[in-house]
């Protein structure tokens, strides 16, 4: 039998890459942590882990393993759930940007609900200065927004950081056009200002074609061949080709995501939520773009 302990140990170092964070996370000695791979290792009889500089990366039956672990740990969990008579309850109020919805509501509500069934979550998409607004006025619980520094927004904690790229049709040369076309957000948009400033810096010719605070209608802009866009990393979508500096698009800065509460309401049931959803831009994967 596996011990679902050291799963847990397991998933833990995978998801941290540190057997100090994970000790941590797990709330057990270093020492007790190595133990516990070893007896796991010994179990499974290969290696999990290999040592990369500060690091611990995955083997290659680590990976297969995580997997598993993974789906071992959530069923043992909702098994838990199930039966227990003080599990969470009553509504927690979510805002998100649209974009984010998109990408990141449906891996965050399905682990949320799985582990509190008779919680309620209500969502509500607007753009990241409304939901600040919102909180601040006690209207939403929790928020994840687009985290400016220079916003001067206070109470907002960086849970994800990535690159912000230029994006065109895989499938059309809108780059090579003059001026520029551009599909982005509405004038307060951070990276519509991003682009833009990018752009001016280089003296480069452009327009704004498109402006939607709605994702899917910038992106059917783009994906249509009539204008360039900027996007975070792991909102890439197939059919799009990413512009690189080589091609003469200047560095943009990163896309950072945070998470904004609110002191009006302060629950267990919103703590849960807040911690899904760290769990979930943290191990969220970067899809592909065709090109």
């Not at 797990?26 to 290696?47: C, F, N």
């Not at 393993?65 to 838990?80: G, K």
């Not at 309620?120 to 927004?145: Q, R």
């Not at 059919?239 to 990163?254: I, Q, S, Y």
Request: glycine share 4%; with cysteine; net charge negative.
């Amino acid at each position: 039998m596996l011990d679902l302990d050291q799963l847990r140990t397991f998933v833990a170092i995978a998801e941290s890459g540190s057997f100090t964070k994970a000790a941590d996370n797990v709330h057990k000695t270093q020492s007790a942590v190595s133990m516990q791979m070893r007896r796991l290792e010994e179990r499974i009889g290969k290696p999990l882990f290999v040592r990369v500089g500060r690091q611990s990366r995955l083997t290659e039956h680590g990976e297969r393993l995580l997997h598993y672990a993974r789906r071992l740990v959530q069923l043992n969990d909702e098994t838990l759930a199930a039966f227990d008579d003080t599990e969470l309850a009553g509504l927690v109020r979510l805002g998100t940007p649209d974009d984010y919805a998109d990408r990141f509501l449906p891996e965050i509500l399905a682990r949320f609900s799985r582990s509190n069934p008779k919680a309620e979550v209500s969502v509500v998409c607007a753009p990241t200065p409304n939901l600040a607004d919102m909180i601040a006025e006690g209207e939403l619980d929790v928020a994840i927004i687009t985290h400016v520094q220079k916003r001067g927004r206070k109470n907002v904690d960086l849970v994800r950081r990535e690159p912000l790229l230029w994006v065109v049709s895989a499938r059309h040369a809108v780059e090579n056009e003059s001026p520029l076309p551009l599909a982005l957000g509405r004038a307060t948009c951070d990276w519509r200002r991003a682009a833009i400033n990018a752009l001016s810096d280089q003296m480069r010719e452009h327009r704004l074609l498109y402006s939607s605070w709605n994702s899917t209608a910038v992106g059917a802009a783009v994906l249509a061949g009539l204008a360039i866009s900027v996007l975070p990393e792991s909102a890439l979508r197939s059919g799009m080709r990413v512009l690189t500096e080589a091609e003469g698009f200047p560095k943009l800065p990163d896309c950072e995501i945070g998470i904004m509460r609110s002191w009006h309401n302060n629950s267990r049931v919103t703590d849960a939520l807040v911690e899904h959803i760290v769990s979930s831009l943290d191990n969220l994967s970067v899809p592909l773009a065709a090109e």
